[in-house]
C-alpha cells in the first residue's frame, strides 16, 4: 500500500489533512508562551544574621548551627552550606528541584518561621535574622563593538585594552556582520 498513491487517487484525503494541519497550527499559535523575559525559579535562598563584636567561632556556635539544625528539620531541603565570619552568618539554602515554582512561596513561608523560631534563642546582640529569596529579577546584556575603517582584528585589540572577553567579541562581531 502506497501512501502517495492514496493521496493521489482520493483528493479529499490531501484537503483534510491540510485543513487539520492548518487548525491544528493557528491552535499551537493561540496557545504558545509569548514572555519575551520568560520567567524561572532560582530555587535557593540566603539567611544573614549579624552579631557585631563576635568572632567566627562565636558565631558559628551561637548563630549558624541552631539555624542550621532548625533548617535541616526541613524536608524540602537539597542541601545547605554556611559561612560564619567574625560578626556574620551567612545560610545558602538549596530547594530540592522536584519542587515546582508554584510550591516555593508555601517553602519560603516554612523557612522564614524556622528561622524566627530559632533566632529566638539568639543571645543578646544578635540582630534579626533575614532571608532572602528572591532572586528572580536577574538581567541580561548584549554589547556590540562596532567602528568604521577597522578590521574585526583591528577591534579585537581595541577591545583587549578595555579587558572585554574575546570569546564575546568575537561572536558580537560575527553577529554584526551577518545582519
Not at 530555587?43 to 558565631?59: D, N, R
Not at 567574625?86 to 512561596?105: E, F, K, M, W
Amino acid at each position: 500500500m502506497d501512501i502517495s498513491r492514496q493521496f493521489i487517487d482520493n483528493p479529499v484525503r490531501v484537503w483534510l489533512a491540510i485543513l487539520l494541519l492548518g487548525v491544528g497550527g493557528i491552535f499551537a499559535l493561540l496557545n504558545i508562551g509569548r514572555l519575551e523575559d520568560p520567567a524561572f525559579t532560582i530555587k535557593t535562598a540566603v539567611v544573614v544574621t549579624h552579631y557585631p563584636g563576635a568572632s567566627a567561632q562565636q558565631v558559628e556556635e551561637e548563630v549558624t548551627l541552631p539555624l542550621e539544625n532548625a533548617l535541616q528539620q526541613l524536608p524540602y531541603l537539597d542541601n545547605v552550606s554556611s559561612i560564619s565570619s567574625n560578626g556574620l552568618s551567612q545560610i545558602t539554602v538549596n530547594i530540592d528541584s522536584r519542587y515546582h515554582s508554584n510550591a516555593l512561596p508555601q517553602i519560603w513561608d516554612e523557612l522564614r518561621r524556622r528561622v524566627g523560631d530559632a533566632a529566638r534563642f539568639f543571645p543578646p546582640g544578635v540582630a534579626a535574622p533575614f532571608v532572602n529569596d528572591d532572586f528572580g529579577d536577574v538581567f541580561g546584556f548584549f554589547f556590540a563593538i562596532s567602528g568604521d575603517n577597522f578590521s574585526n582584528p583591528e577591534l579585537g585589540h581595541t577591545r583587549s585594552s578595555y579587558g572585554v572577553s574575546w570569546c564575546w567579541c568575537r561572536a558580537l562581531a560575527r553577529w554584526r556582520w551577518a545582519a
